[in-house]
């Protein structure tokens, strides 16, 4: 990205075995309870979010999305993607067009992330925007939904 990192790869890991398998199983627990299905391209491209330690590129996912180094089809992927969002599994990052596994486990929450310039890493937090929100209501905006995204660097990499 933009400085020189000066620290070992792997400083924001993802998440692998038991955790990774807890965090999909409590995903198609959610998928049951809104009357939807966690298919098995859905769960692949949420399973590679979750493993990743940085935001990943739609086409990243397609080249690691078979378990034997097959690509994708762009459509699964992306059909996938639009899946996660919806159900709130997942978050684009608008500035860096690409996609993280969404931390809190609630849905329609405000997402908010800090984005490393070193190492790319992305942390999300849930923002306090309740003013700004009501401050559109007078101009006769009804806001739906708000991305935040704040630059700088991480611990690891300051």
């Given at each position: 990205?933009?400085?020189?990192?000066?620290?070992?790869?792997?400083a924001h890991p993802g998440i692998k075995g038991v955790d990774l398998r807890h965090a999909l199983v409590s995903?198609?627990?959610?998928?049951?309870?809104?009357?939807?299905r966690?298919?098995?391209?859905?769960?692949?491209?949420?399973?590679?979010?979750l493993e990743a330690n940085a935001p990943l590129k739609a086409y990243d996912?397609?080249?690691a999305f078979g378990a034997h180094g097959e690509p994708a089809k762009p459509p699964t992927?992306?059909?996938?993607?639009?899946?996660?969002?919806?159900l709130g599994f997942a978050h684009r990052i608008?500035?860096?067009n690409a996609y993280v596994p969404c931390r809190r486990d609630k849905q329609g929450h405000r997402a908010a992330f800090l984005i490393c310039e070193c190492c790319g890493a992305a942390e999300e937090f849930e923002p306090e925007l309740d003013a700004?929100?009501?401050a559109a209501a007078p101009a006769g905006y009804a806001v739906r939904a708000v991305t935040l995204e704040a630059r700088g660097l991480c611990l690891?990499?300051?």
């Amino acid at each position: 990205m933009g400085t020189e990192c000066h620290h070992e790869d792997g400083a924001h890991p993802g998440i692998k075995g038991v955790d990774l398998r807890h965090a999909l199983v409590s995903a198609e627990s959610r998928c049951v309870q809104a009357q939807e299905r966690l298919t098995t391209p859905r769960r692949r491209v949420l399973e590679l979010l979750l493993e990743a330690n940085a935001p990943l590129k739609a086409y990243d996912l397609i080249a690691a999305f078979g378990a034997h180094g097959e690509p994708a089809k762009p459509p699964t992927v992306y059909r996938a993607l639009e899946f996660l969002e919806r159900l709130g599994f997942a978050h684009r990052i608008e500035s860096l067009n690409a996609y993280v596994p969404c931390r809190r486990d609630k849905q329609g929450h405000r997402a908010a992330f800090l984005i490393c310039e070193c190492c790319g890493a992305a942390e999300e937090f849930e923002p306090e925007l309740d003013a700004q929100i009501a401050a559109a209501a007078p101009a006769g905006y009804a806001v739906r939904a708000v991305t935040l995204e704040a630059r700088g660097l991480c611990l690891a990499c300051q």
